[in-house]
């Protein structure tokens, strides 16, 4: 039976705080030196927390792939401070603590959707059986039931990049790095997957980091918009969305969703006239 005190504490249950995922600190990356160097990333803070989705936008060259490669530990800063799972970038690719999406599917085309899949597994040292359950799962979260056995080029480009997504999510990881995975797709596709997407993400309470040049996508997609600026790459602003977590299509009709894409927007023009 309950005490007295555990009932009336019922009443003013505490907040669950934040749970700090990815955090960086006057983070900096110049690359080169001398009269070619660029400075690719300059002075960025931002805090990502679990179960956010954030979305980076701005125009070519502002930093938004280095950003994320930065934390992915492809590329390596050279000032201020960045932790993944409050791990250095690192030791967070060694505890692979996320998947990585490029812009084009990269899938090989010798190997089946299904064996695609495998391949981080078998490095990883799943067993087979894992490997094959592990297979099952993914597909089916990104709709792709039955297609394990086709390979790459059976598939539509949308397909494609949805096998992609699956081999991301291959092994489970917290966090899902996105680096433009749908610009090269029409739009009706497009819309598709980010409706595909936003499920997933609501049903796997993942971590994501995705960039975009899409207005529409962004603020469809977000929870967090990162707006950058370019030369040298930085923040420019970050628009907390007042959008709810359900978010079917039309909501992009919505007074909300045209007030923050115009936000956005604005963000945009203001970090080029910079
Ligand atoms: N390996 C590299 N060596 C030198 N400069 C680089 C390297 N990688 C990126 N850059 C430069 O750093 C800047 C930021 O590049 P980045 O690819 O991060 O931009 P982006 O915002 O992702 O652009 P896009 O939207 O075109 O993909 C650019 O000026 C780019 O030319």
């Known amino acids: 039976m309950l005490s007295q005190a555990e009932i009336e504490g019922f009443g003013d249950a505490q907040p669950v705080p934040s749970q700090t995922v990815i955090e960086a600190r006057d983070l900096n990356l110049v690359f080169g030196s001398g009269e070619t160097a660029v400075q690719a990333l300059k002075d960025v803070n931002l805090t990502i927390n679990k179960g956010d989705f ?3 936008i701005g125009p070519s060259g502002c930093g938004k792939t280095t ?3 930065c934390i992915a530990a492809l590329e390596q800063p050279t000032g201020g401070s960045l932790t993944v799972n409050g791990m250095s970038p690192e030791e967070a690719r060694k505890a692979r603590a ?7 599917a990269g899938l090989y085309p010798w190997r089946t959707i299904a064996k695609n899949i495998k391949l981080p597994l078998e490095i990883m040292g799943y067993s087979k059986a894992e490997q094959e359950s592990r ?9 792709l039931e039955g297609f394990g056995g086709k390979f790459p080029w059976q598939l539509s480009g949308g397909m494609q990049q949805r096998a992609s997504i699956a081999r991301a999510l291959g092994f489970d990881a917290d966090i899902l790095l996105m680096d433009e995975p749908f610009g090269a797709l029409d739009e009706i596709v ?6 595909q997407l ?10 994501i980091g995705f960039v975009t040049h899409s207005i529409p996508e962004a603020v469809y997609l977000s929870t967090k918009i990162v707006v950058m600026s370019p030369r040298p790459g930085r923040i420019h602003e970050i628009i907390d969305s007042p ?5 079917p299509l039309d909501i992009r009709d919505s007074a909300e969703f045209i007030e923050v894409s ?5 963000g945009l023009r203001a970090g080029h006239a910079e």
């Open 190 to 195: 497009r819309d598709h997957l980010n409706e």
């Open 262 to 266: 115009h936000r956005v927007r604005e």
């Open 243 to 247: 959008l709810p977590k359900e978010r």
């Open 198 to 207: 936003l499920q997933l993400w609501a049903r796997t309470d993942k971590t």
């Open 67 to 69: 950003f994320l490669r």
């Open 135 to 143: 297979v099952e799962e993914v597909l089916k979260l990104v709709e």
């Open 98 to 104: 996320y998947g990585y999406v490029f812009q084009h």
């Open 54 to 56: 954030v979305s980076f």
